[in-house]
Structure formats: C-alpha cells, structure tokens
C-alpha cells in the first residue's frame, strides 16, 4: 500500500518549491519505520545519493573539522545482484536478510530529486558495513563498499570546484533554506 501524502509547500506560489511539509492521510499499514523518517527521526534507514558529486560536496559541506584531518565518501554497489542470491536461496518463514534499497516516489520532495537521494534498510542487528561483510565475503564477483579518503585541508577548494558545477546548497536544497545556506557558503569562502 503506497500510502497517500497531503504536500504543502511554504513561502512559494510554486506548488513544487518552498518549504515542503507532508501529511500522512491513512498511516494504518505503515511501519514504525517509514512514520519516523516521515516524520524526520532518526531511523533504520540510511541516506545515500547515487550523486559522487552530492556525496562529495555532502561530506565537505560542514565547516567544522572532523575528528581527524581526513574526511569520507562511502560507494555502496552490486546490492540487487546479491539480494536477488539472497532472496532466491532463502528458506522458510522469516523475511531474507537483503539490504532495502528504498526509492522513495521522486516527485514528492525535490530535495530528494535534486540529491538523487536513496535510503538504505539493513536487516535487524546489521549495519551496511556488517552486511557486506557477511554476504559478500569472498565474493570476488562485486564491488560492494568503497571508502574514498580525501584530505580535509582540500574543502574550500572541493566546494568551489563542485559550486562551478552548480552541486551546491542552492542546487541541491531549492528552497529558501537552500538559497540561505548558500549565500552564507559565498561569505564563508573567497571565491566561492
């Protein structure tokens, strides 16, 4: 059951713009789950993009420093392949222990569309990490979990690179939080 979603925008005229809020008409069937995310509490899902320029500009956006100099973009692949080896070996009752690749309905938020966003569910008592260790290991079929370490020190010049692409607050939240966030990037960063 797709459930329906009442979408009211804020501060615009433009049905698809402003400031979106969602309510939910007959939340009866939906999981605890995917009422929290709806709700925006933290849950089991798991924002990824299929963007590595929003993922890039994601991890460098905040100014403040990580713990350590570096900073990480993760590249997730092979999930369907091995979900279908999962599912059609499963036996008996319980769900299969796949990771959900959830593809919300694009056209509800435009958040997610301009981020190319996703979400990830892993099965009770996994991580994306745990999973991957234990359904691919030696499996020399896939490229599941890459980690890309970049140098901390390579931000201001990260973000103006991908702010000539137009990956930016602007671009990838277009609403007035976006454009807010955006103007104070170009006051943050000479040259922005």
Known sequence: MTPAVLRYSAFTTDPSGGNPAGVVLDARGLSDAAMQRIAGLATP????????????????????????????????????????????????????????????LQDENSRLVSQSGLFTKTPYGHTVESWVKEYFKDDGKYMTLIKIIIPNRDRPD????????????????????????HCNKRLQIDGY
């Not at 299929?50 to 713990?67: G, I, R, V, W």
């Not at 103006?160 to 692409?165: E, H, I, Q, V």
Request: charged letters at 20%; aromatic letters at 10%.
């Open 45 to 104: 899902l798991l924002d990824w993009t299929e963007s590595p320029f929003a993922a890039l500009y994601f991890a460098f956006d905040k100014e403040q420093a990580p713990a350590t100099d570096r900073r990480a973009i993760w590249a997730l692949g092979g999930v369907s392949l091995k979900n279908k080896e999962i599912t059609s070996s499963h036996k008996g009752p319980d769900s299969p222990p796949i990771l959900e690749l959830i593809r919300p």
């Open 158 to 181: 990260c973000l103006k690179m991908l702010n000539k692409m137009n990956i930016n607050h602007a671009s990838l939240f277009p609403d007035l939080y976006g454009a807010g966030a």
